[in-house]
């Protein structure tokens, strides 16, 4: 589906073909300058950057990602081509026949055959006149080693904050067309210290630049917690490094530890059977902390909580990723409070959907997310460290579960309408079939015929309050909705929450009708909260202070 110029895949009918064994992807792969075929695409730092839910990347991670860390010495002991990351300052330019530019196809960076003629290049582009491109060869160094570095278009443009033709052109206009003349503009790429990701090409004895970076912090993380020196034993594979708090170069951390441990280019794992490992144990975050910002935002938590409601969905479409936004609310003052936002992004999102949407699955959805990133007041999955476990068999989830009221053990959540209507990619049920969802819809005046406990929608008119001995409230626990054996003692309550002071909470029971039909409604503590915007407590608390004590 074509729309805003983007595209999507449509509902059911599109079809999905990766690196596919076809004549037309094959083309297309081939096309593509050679280190992009090679290249994994990885999301930027940028755009990780102005995402709310963070990263459990950091853009230093994310640059050594696929490549051995090593020292400029090391280059020389490579026997194969190699992808690599190292640190080393420019010193001179390696000064070749061909200069500092070659003539190039207008669209990608491939070689043109003649600089003087049109002709079709291997991408498609139709080239009337080949244009200039960087290609610089550069020693670079590092203590006593030395090697030479091939910098190409894009990393010498970016530097220099110009085109190769457009300084070409103004040689031109000075009278200068020898490319073994480098203008002294290009000074600008010799002695400054940077970090490279590199492919170690030893047939030619240099190494062509794929990725550079000079920013002085991030070149000085990689030197310091990355590179691997010859002086160091051949058997390390694993790195100790400090457990940083900067989230612009270190990642999310699980504890407050000191030292993390890094995997390194050669690092290996191998599975072992051990005998009487404890159980994995969870330190879940309290939702109250993370409301009021008593967190840390480097830190990644365990989080465990019902599904109130889903929010928003957004489907899978160019520039977007999968994610899932819910509402959480842990046991504690269940009608309003503590109720936290949770992002579920791209397989977390889909599994959750493969659960939701699934018949089989009715009542309350609990999940427990570990390594979840917490940031204003809202949490998400980690990219790829988090676990989601969905109403599964374990003491933790079915331990909260047993403490949820019972009707809400039995309610599934449904999907706010107003989440529906933000939706660019719909959904399979409208806001109405959601509700209704379940339950058997009639008339009031069928409900006279109803012989066992049924779930029902209908429609009514509320008429009037049933008075009764037991007033407007009750008094019951501080976490769940249950009542309090004594409105004047402390206790336990069967939720495990250790009540000193039971609460107030609404129970109204209220006549409604439809024509001539009519029947008593019980309306509980939290829709009544919904509709008030108030707590009982605090309408209680109101009356006391006037000294009303109906």
């Known amino acids: 589906m074509v729309k805003d110029g983007q595209v999507s895949n449509a509902w059911s009918g599109s079809k999905l073909l990766i690196n596919e064994d076809i004549p037309e992807i094959q083309d297309f792969m081939s096309k593509l300058p050679t280190n992009e075929q090679k290249e994994k695409p990885t999301q930027s730092a940028k755009s990780l950057s102005n995402w709310p839910g963070g990263s459990q990347y950091s853009p230093v991670e994310r640059f050594v990602h696929n490549a051995k860390c090593m020292s400029l010495s090391q280059f020389f002991k490579i026997k194969h081509e190699t992808l690599c990351v190292t640190v080393a300052t420019t010193l001179k330019f390696a000064v070749s026949k061909y200069g500092w530019y070659y003539y ?38 590092n203590g006593e080693s030395k090697y030479r570095f091939v910098f190409w278009d894009s990393e010498c443009a970016a530097i220099l904050g110009m085109t190769a033709e457009f300084m070409h052109n103004s040689m031109v206009e000075n009278g200068e067309d020898d490319p073994m003349v480098y203008p002294d503009e290009l000074e600008m790429l010799l002695n400054k210290k940077m970090t490279f990701r590199v492919k170690v090409q030893p047939t030619f004895s240099q190494a062509s630049v794929w990725k550079l970076c000079d920013d002085e912090a991030f070149v000085k993380e990689i030197e310091n917690d990355y590179i691997v020196e010859d002086n160091q034993s051949k058997t390390e594979y694993a790195k100790l490094v400090p457990n940083k708090e900067n989230l612009e170069t270190s990642a999310w951390k699980v504890c407050d530890h000191s030292k993390k441990i890094v995997f390194l280019g050669g690092t290996t794992m191998k599975a072992i059977e051990l005998q009487n490992i404890p159980p994995k144990g969870y330190f879940f975050k309290d939702f ?239 829709e009544c909260a919904a509709i008030f915007g108030m707590t009982a407590e605090f309408m209680h608390n109101s009356m006391v202070e006037v000294r009303c004590y109906t």
């Not at 669209?107 to 290049?121: F, G, I, L, T």
């Not at 019972?406 to 706010?416: L, W």
């Open 104 to 141: 190039g196809c207008t669209r990608c960076s491939s070689k043109a055959p003649n600089p003087e003629k049109a002709y079709e290049c291997s991408c498609g582009q139709k080239v009337e006149q080949p244009i200039p491109r960087y290609k610089i060869e550069i020693y670079v160094s």
């Open 288 to 526: 109250g902390e993370i409301l009021q910002g008593k967190c840390k935002t480097d830190r990644l938590e365990d989080i465990i909580g019902a599904v109130s409601e889903i929010n928003h969905i957004q489907s899978n479409t160019p520039g977007k990723k999968v994610v899932v936004s819910v509402v959480l609310k842990d046991l504690k003052y269940c009608a309003l409070g503590n109720c936290i936002n949770c992002n579920l992004w791209e397989i977390y999102g889909s599994k959750f959907l493969a659960y939701y949407n699934d018949p089989k699955n009715n009542g309350a959805i609990v999940i427990l997310l570990t390594h979840a990133m917490v940031k204003d007041g809202q949490v998400s999955n980690a990219w790829s460290g988090s676990k989601l476990l969905i109403n599964e068999d374990i003491p933790e989830i079915q331990d909260f579960m047993s403490k949820l009221p019972t009707n809400e053990q039995k309610e599934k959540p449904t999907q706010s309408a107003k989440s529906l209507s933000n939706w660019s990619g719909g959904s399979q049920y409208s806001p109405v079939e959601r509700f209704v969802h379940n339950a058997k819809c009639m008339s009031l005046s069928q409900f006279c015929k109803i012989k066992h406990e049924t779930l029902c929608v209908t429609v009514a008119t509320t008429s009037k309050f049933v008075v009764s001995k037991y007033r407007w409230y009750y008094y019951g626990c501080t976490r769940c909705s249950s009542k309090a054996p004594n409105p004047e003692k402390a206790y336990e309550c069967s939720c495990g929450q250790k009540v000193e002071q039971p609460i107030p909470r609404y129970k109204i029971e209220i006549y409604v009708s439809n024509g001539e039909s009519k029947y008593r409604f019980v309306f509980w503590d939290s």
